[in-house]
């Protein structure tokens, strides 16, 4: 039995325009064939025992010729493997997708075709560019500018004009000054407006504005580069108007985040709505410490204790893996009172059922300390080395405590030259740290001989603060402990 190909549009970049069908479809692939086009926060949504094969052209530098693509494809299906074709926008808009299907064709393999958003439409709606607009004009062309070497361009360009219609160019960036020739010597007038969008709907997007008579010298100026759609058309003059996706205020913003894997994405995705270029080095892990005797000895006495205070959510999910390994649900943990450290911990208890009954004002372990109403004995549940303000201030207030580690945070990042070149050559990167470990990590990561000046180090708060302080980066901490707060120095900051 042959498998299946399934013929994926990724949509232009930005991964939310991936669409539910394509995402699924994504999901349960064997094998992935993708390329040049396909952003990597798409890629990161295949399974990762699928096999990826990269036929783009950045990779080796020589593209893989379309009848060899064409073939990787049967062969997958013919081995019974269910395999997506991913491609850049639309697979059927000057995206070869109707050649790759011509072979499958032939041999009787089934497949499907799930399109995508293209970037024809959707690199200039992002540069705040309606391709069509009331009065402006009753038609939209999308045109391949590409020429190939020592040719004339195909395009007849009097019938172009005579439409009145908004024109996209794609893969036109090097044929640029022939297209604009064109337009103008069919007789289209040169202060009709103009527009060009590159790497559309990315962090990374531009656009040029200008008339037909001064894109192209505008185009130059600014060293445009392919992938770039080029928009002719009065609707162009709206972008004005309709700017929303460059004027986010992070927009252009590189921004790090160092939170370890299982909980970055909160914090990124905010951050890329704000239009953020978020790059995500998680610099910790936490590993749950098995076994743990001294773990099992105060869950045998958790009725001796008043107070089960817990320091972060991965303590939370330690505890919730000591239940579940020991065949316990939350009954186990009786009567005694639950104390979190800030609402992200309170949070991550809501997700088992529970609710903390005492949560500081101020999200530090001093203030935990401080602040937990006393009588009776506290268990502690928390990482090895946590933070000896909240055990000082229990003990300047005479409460008895245990304070027991039931996980190891250790460092961690794969990638660290390319982090520390971030670092080091980056202007104006900003480095979002969630608690002093984390600022430990990355500094182990990058290199602490490493010129942290260039950055700033965006604290949740003043542990962390101080932590980055030792390191030479500039530093601002936030008004308080909690994501929001986060966001916000980092939307203030800028
Ligand atoms: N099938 C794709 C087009 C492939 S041709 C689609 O539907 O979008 C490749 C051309 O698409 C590029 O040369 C460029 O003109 C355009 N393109 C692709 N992604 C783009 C992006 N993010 N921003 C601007 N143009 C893009």
């Not at 952003?39 to 783009?56: D, F, H, K, S, Y």
């Not at 958003?117 to 004009?137: E, F, K, L, Q, W």
Request: negative net charge; hydrophobic residues 40%.
């Amino acid at each position: 039995m042959p498998g299946k190909v399934t013929l994926v549009g990724a949509g232009p970049g930005d991964p939310g325009l991936l669409t539910r069908k394509g995402l699924e479809a994504l999901q349960n692939a064997e094998v992935v064939v993708y390329d040049r086009l396909v952003g990597p926060a798409i890629l990161a949504l295949m399974p990762e025992q699928a096999e990826q094969i990269n036929v783009g052209k950045q990779a080796s530098h020589h593209p893989i010729p379309q009848d060899q693509i064409n073939r990787i494809l049967l062969d997958k299906a013919l081995e019974g493997k269910n395999v997506v074709r991913l491609k850049g926008g639309d697979p059927f808009l000057f995206g070869r997708g109707g050649e790759e299907l011509e072979l499958l064709v032939q041999h009787g393999v089934p497949f499907e075709e799930v399109p995508g958003i293209t970037s024809a439409i959707a690199a200039p709606a992002y540069g705040g560019i309606p391709v069509t607009h009331r009065d402006c004009c009753s038609s939209l062309h999308i045109i391949t500018g590409h020429q190939r070497a020592g040719k004339e361009l195909d395009i007849d360009f009097e019938a172009l004009v005579r439409t009145r219609g908004t024109l996209v160019f794609l893969m036109g960036v090097t044929a640029l000054p022939n297209i604009r020739a064109g337009l103008l010597a069919a007789g289209m007038d040169p202060a009709t407006p103009a527009a060009v969008v590159e790497r559309g709907t990315t962090p990374a997007q531009r656009r040029i504005s200008a008339t037909l008579e001064t894109l192209g010298q505008a185009a130059e100026q600014a060293r445009v580069e392919s992938p770039a759609v080029i928009v002719v058309g009065s609707v162009c003059a709206l972008a004005e108007q309709f700017d929303w996706f460059d004027s986010l205020p992070l927009k252009g913003k590189n921004v790090v985040v160092t939170r370890p894997k299982e909980r970055i994405g909160t914090l990124s995705a905010r951050l890329r709505s704000l239009g953020a270029q978020v790059w995500e080095y998680p610099c910790i892990a936490t590993v749950p410490l098995d076994p743990c005797p001294a773990l099992d000895g105060a869950m045998e006495r958790l009725s001796q204790y008043e107070w089960l205070v817990l320091t972060s959510p991965a303590g939370v999910d330690t505890l919730w893996r000591w239940l579940k390994d020991h065949g316990k649900d939350a009954r186990a943990l009786g009567s005694v009172r639950l104390a979190a450290i800030g609402p992200g911990t309170d949070r991550e208890l809501g997700k088992y059922g529970l609710r903390a009954d005492y949560v500081p004002e101020v999200y530090d372990a001093a203030h935990l300390g401080a602040g937990l109403p006393a009588g009776g004995n506290v268990l502690i549940l928390r990482a090895e080395e946590g933070s000896p303000a909240l055990t000082e201030e229990l003990a300047r207030r005479n409460i008895a405590y245990d304070d027991v580690a039931t996980y190891r945070t250790v460092y961690e990042n794969p990638r660290s030259q390319e982090l520390r070149e971030a670092v080091e050559g980056t202007d104006g990167l900003l480095v979002t740290f969630t608690s002093a470990s984390t600022v430990k990590g990355f500094v182990s990561s990058v290199g602490a001989d490493a010129d942290f000046s260039r950055m700033a180090g965006m604290c949740i708060g003043a542990q962390t603060a101080a932590e980055a302080q030792k390191h030479g980066m500039t530093v601002k901490t936030a008004k308080a402990a909690t994501m929001d707060a986060l966001v916000e120095l980092i939307v203030e900051g800028v």
